[in-house]
C-alpha cells in the first residue's frame, strides 16, 4: 500500500487524506463522534510524502488521489511514523472502503451520500 501511495505521489497527484471518526457502543458515543469530526475538519489535500508529517496523531484517516472517488486504503501518523492498512467489517470481515456505509445504522448520513436539496 505505501507503494501504491508514493506511486500516487511520483505522478504528480494531490493526495487527500479524510478522517475517520469511529462511533463507540455507549451511551453519547454519537454526540462524541460528532464533536470529534468537527474538531479534525475538513480532508487534508497532500502535495507530497513529508505532509503526512502534519496529519493529527493516532488518527485513522482515508487516503487516495484527489481525482478518484473511492479507496481501501487507510493512513495512520504515530510520531514521526505513517502506517498504512486497510479495514475490515468487525462482523462479516468484508473489506470496507470509503464509500462503505458503515454510518448510517447509528443515525449519521456519510458526507458523500447527502444529496443537495432543492431550492424549490
Not at 453519547?28 to 474538531?39: L, W
Not at 487516495?64 to 479507496?71: E, R
Not at 445504522?105 to 444529496?115: D, E
Request: aromatic share 10%; proline share 8%.
Amino acid at each position: 500500500m505505501q507503494v501504491e501511495v508514493l506511486g500516487w505521489f511520483a505522478a504528480g497527484h494531490n493526495v487527500l487524506w479524510i478522517p475517520i471518526v469511529e462511533v463507540g457502543s455507549e451511551p453519547g458515543a454519537v454526540v462524541q463522534a460528532r464533536a470529534q469530526a468537527e474538531a479534525l475538519g475538513l480532508p487534508y489535500l497532500l502535495d507530497s510524502i513529508d505532509e503526512f508529517a502534519r496529519l493529527p496523531e493516532g488518527v485513522k484517516g482515508w487516503v487516495f488521489p484527489a481525482h478518484q472517488d473511492d479507496t481501501c486504503i487507510v493512513a495512520t501518523r504515530s510520531g514521526a511514523e505513517v502506517t498504512f492498512g486497510a479495514l475490515r467489517h468487525p462482523v462479516t470481515g468484508q473489506a470496507i472502503s470509503y464509500r462503505t456505509d458503515t454510518e448510517t445504522a447509528v443515525g449519521f448520513t456519510p458526507p458523500w451520500a447527502k444529496q443537495p436539496q432543492s431550492a424549490v
